[in-house]
Structure formats: structure tokens, C-alpha cells
């Protein structure tokens, strides 16, 4: 059985996870901490990552992320430079590329075929990592690239799912889809009741505790957004009006321009500089 540990990082609400044998392991979901105020990036959650990785002597063959995050910068290009990892997301991701380029007007140059990344996996295929085995889930509604990871009893959603208390991802960035979330999370359903589902953000609604893991009978049981007596019906009309009333996420102009870099900033200017492009009265 593997041995899962979580991170959270407050800033963002974010959870990141390694996940090993006991020798060789994956980080799933890391964050480069930014502030927009100065600008300044670091990687003080990554080095809290890293001091498990160390303390416990793991080899990290690769470090996934489960989608082109909205709201952090992804920490891939740490554990690439630190431990060797291969940078790993859905096959999907040149969609999402695609949708941003014109965004940022990154011009006709910019690869969207997701060769910033080294490994893009899709639907069903698998990762050997020590003696374990990682498959890839496509699971879009979210982002159309959205990837769950199943590594044995456990499932790594991603946005699909948050815990019970809290609901469901948004499905109004580009591309997103009411209709294909709540399939996903059908899908996700129809696993045995057992299976662990570990999340990738926590809000602690009513300031409670983080909580990083809970199990498909539990969101069936009690998801206050989508749960077995949901219709689609229902949750697509819930979540279109609902995704309507809420805020772009604080971070979503400076991340997604990274993100789809896998991780690595914008080429330095000719200071030696790297700068984000913010567009203006876009949205």
C-alpha cells in the first residue's frame, strides 16, 4: 500500500501530495508561492515538499499536475531542476495553450501542443512508478484537459470535487462545461464506495480544519452541490447561475500564463527581467 502525504498551502487553499513505496514517489499538484503585491516568487512550499522527499530518501521519477491550474503557480519546475522529475499532465493541455495564447496574445509561435511538458498522458494510460502504478482519468467539466490520477484505492480529483461541505469546481473559464463536470463526478461515483478521493483545494468553510481526503460514499452521501439524488438537470442549472455571482480567481491572470509553460516563467527580457502580461478590460 502506498503512503500518501499532504501539504496545504494557505495563500491558496492548496493541496499537494507525495506519493510513494518508500522509495520512489510523485508529487502531484505543487505550488510556486507568489506575491502579487511585489511580484516576487518563491519556493518556500516546495522546499516543505522536498524536506519530506529528503528526510525520507525518495527518487521522484515525475511531478503531475491534474490541470493548468487558475488560482497558483504550479511548482513542476522545482522538483524538475531538484530531483530530475519528469513534468506530467493530461494530453489535453494544447486546448487550454490554444485558449491562452490568443489570450495573452503569446503570438503564432508559442507551442500548443503541450511540448512544455514531458509527459502527457490520456485517458487510461499509466505511469510505473516503483511498484506502483499511476492511470490517468480524464475528467474535464472544469478545464477541458482536467486529469484525475488513480494510484491503487485512491483518486487524486484535482478541481472536480471538494469536500461535501463545500461542493463541486466552477465550470465558466473557457471551455468549461456543467454538463461534462457533473459526468466526470459520475464517473468518479461509480467507483466502490471505498475509494479515497484526495482534493486539491480546501476553503475550510465555517474555519474548520483542512481537510485533504474523503471517499465516494461520503460525497454521495452528502455533496451539498452534487450528490446521488442530484440530477443533471439540477446541477447544471445550479452551477451556471451559481458560477455566474462568483469572482475571477485573485490569481488567475498571473498563473495561467505560467502554467501552461509547465511551470517555467516568461523568457527573461533583454535586463535579465521575466514579466507577466496582464490584459486589460478583457474580462
Not at 471505498?194 to 474555519?207: E, I
Request: glycine share 8%; net charge negative; aromatic share 10%.
Amino acid at each position: 500500500m502506498v503512503h500518501i502525504q499532504s501539504f496545504y498551502e494557505e495563500v491558496t487553499s492548496t493541496l499537494t501530495y507525495v506519493v510513494h513505496d518508500g522509495k520512489t514517489g510523485v508529487v502531484i499538484d505543487p505550488v510556486r508561492d507568489f506575491d502579487p503585491k511585489s511580484g516576487r516568487t518563491t519556493w518556500r512550499s516546495a522546499e516543505a515538499v522536498a524536506k519530506y522527499i529528503d528526510d525520507h530518501r525518495l527518487t521522484i521519477p515525475y511531478v503531475i499536475d491534474t490541470h493548468a491550474h487558475a488560482d497558483h503557480l504550479t511548482g513542476m519546475p522545482f522538483f524538475k531542476e531538484r530531483y530530475g522529475a519528469r513534468t506530467v499532465t493530461g494530453s489535453r493541455v494544447g486546448e487550454v495553450q490554444t485558449i491562452f495564447r490568443d489570450i495573452y496574445n503569446l503570438g503564432p509561435d508559442f507551442p500548443v501542443d503541450g511540448r512544455q511538458f514531458d509527459v502527457l498522458l490520456d485517458e487510461g494510460d499509466e505511469l510505473r512508478v516503483g511498484s506502483f502504478v499511476v492511470t490517468a482519468l480524464h475528467t474535464p467539466g472544469h478545464t477541458p484537459a482536467h486529469m484525475s490520477w488513480q494510484i491503487e484505492d485512491a483518486i487524486f480529483v484535482g478541481d472536480t470535487l471538494f469536500a461535501p461541505d463545500y461542493g463541486t469546481a466552477r465550470c465558466d473559464f473557457p471551455r468549461g462545461s456543467a454538463a461534462q463536470l457533473y459526468d466526470s463526478i459520475q464517473r468518479l461515483y461509480a467507483f466502490p464506495d471505498h475509494t479515497r478521493l484526495f482534493l486539491c483545494h480546501d476553503y475550510r468553510p465555517g474555519g474548520r480544519p483542512v481537510r485533504w481526503e474523503t471517499t465516494v460514499g461520503e460525497q454521495k452521501a452528502s455533496n451539498i452541490q452534487l450528490n446521488a439524488r442530484t440530477s443533471k438537470e439540477d446541477f447544471v442549472s445550479f452551477r451556471t447561475r451559481r458560477d455566474a455571482q462568483l469572482e475571477m480567481p485573485v490569481l488567475i491572470l498571473p498563473s495561467l500564463q505560467v502554467n501552461i509553460r509547465a511551470g517555467q516563467l516568461p523568457e527573461p527580457e533583454s535586463n535579465g527581467v521575466s514579466y507577466l502580461k496582464i490584459p486589460l478590460n478583457m474580462f
